[in-house]
């Protein structure tokens, strides 16, 4: 898996500009989305599978080390750039008072997304800290001391959160602005034609769609949650904290499925995966926060199954109408 930094979009932050182009420069071609980086860097032409793999991010100096300095960067969420005492830099999505359990889930999408052999969800890893140690760190930034003080939930002294190893460079493609989704739903549509050079990307957007509609993000198309590995052509499902809510909001959970109504082309591989990951594998894949406390309540996990069975029901009922070869038409 890749990772390095994480962006402050990545971080909760909504208000950093996107370079959007208007419609009629996205109408001119569908050779190649104009913007600053194309998958056109990433040999588009070929599979995702032929594409240089992301190097697996090294975990080790994140777990032991303790924070030296930080500053708050969430402006949605509570979300800290930390550098550790070793020289690591990682964002820190603590329990909060107004994102109570959030963390979490950035957490259990990256354990799902191995389980479904994803390369797309960032590292993140569960992190306790002392809280007079994590208080100290932040000392030397005000903002980020009096939101420890106002919203930072610390139980027997410690802090539970993700730590997420910080990507550099980190990039975005704004999917979800009205114009690129006319152009991905036209390619994920039977009825649309799909680019050659456009369908590494059509088939990473058809499987975030899907992601989504599982783990019920609600968030993900608030703006800025999509990153992009520029060296790998890879999408980055980042921002993962609205994910396995109990219940779903069922608004935007509707709308999910409304979206994944509306994509006829899929992953084979994914599907497989899916299929194979029944609610015992599924417990096993998103595991514990610490040694005998489940990261995700039993019913919380109970609804990603049932997400799950009724994703592979909408795929389904598409090969029945329109033949297996036709849907599945990503590797």
């Known amino acids: 898996m890749l990772i ?50 992301l190097p697996e991010v090294d975990v080790a100096p994140f777990l032991a080390s303790a924070p030296r300095s930080g500053k708050a960067i969430g402006h949605t969420s509570v979300v800290f750039k ?6 690591s830099v990682a964002a820190y999505k603590p ?60 139980h027997g002294g410690q802090v539970d959160g993700a730590l997420i190893p910080w990507i550099s460079n980190l990039e975005f493609l704004p999917i979800e602005t009205d114009v690129y989704r006319a152009r991905w739903t036209r390619w994920l549509s039977r009825q649309g034609p799909l680019p050659t050079d456009q369908a590494g990307l059509a088939a990473q957007i058809s499987t975030l769609v899907v992601f989504d509609a599982i783990t019920g993000n609600w968030d993900r198309w608030s703006g800025g949650n999509v990153g992009v590995d520029k060296a790998s052509g890879t999408l980055l499902f980042i921002d993962n904290d609205g994910a396995f809510f109990e219940p779903a909001p069922p608004a935007p959970l509707a709308a999910q499925f409304a979206l994944l109504g509306k994509i006829d082309r899929y992953s084979r591989k994914l599907v497989i995966a899916l299929r194979a990951l029944g609610p015992i594998a599924l417990a096993d894949a998103i595991g514990e926060l610490s040694p005998g406390a489940p990261l995700l309540p ?30 599945l038409q990503f590797d």
Do not use: M, Y
């Not at 996990?301 to 909408?314: C, K, P």
């Open 82 to 87: 930390l550098e550790l005492s070793n020289g």
């Open 298 to 327: 039993a019913k919380t996990l109970s609804g990603v199954d049932e997400r799950r069975r009724r994703v592979l029901g909408v795929i389904d009922a598409k090969i029945a109408e329109q033949g297996e070869a036709a849907v």
């Open 4 to 53: 390095a930094a994480l962006s402050l979009l990545a971080c909760g932050r909504k208000d950093a500009p996107l370079a959007t182009p208007d419609a009629s420069t996205l109408a001119a071609s569908d050779a190649g989305l104009p913007l600053a980086f194309t998958f056109a860097d990433a040999a588009p032409s070929d599979p995702p599978d032929a594409r240089a793999p």
């Open 95 to 154: 329990e909060s008072r107004k994102g109570h359990g959030r963390f979490r889930g950035e957490i259990a999408a990256r354990r799902l997304a191995r389980a479904l052999a994803l390369p797309n969800v960032p590292a993140a890893l569960p992190r306790s800290f002392e809280a007079k140690t994590l208080r100290a760190a932040l000392a030397t930034n005000a903002r980020a001391a009096g939101i420890f003080d106002a919203e930072v939930v610390a």
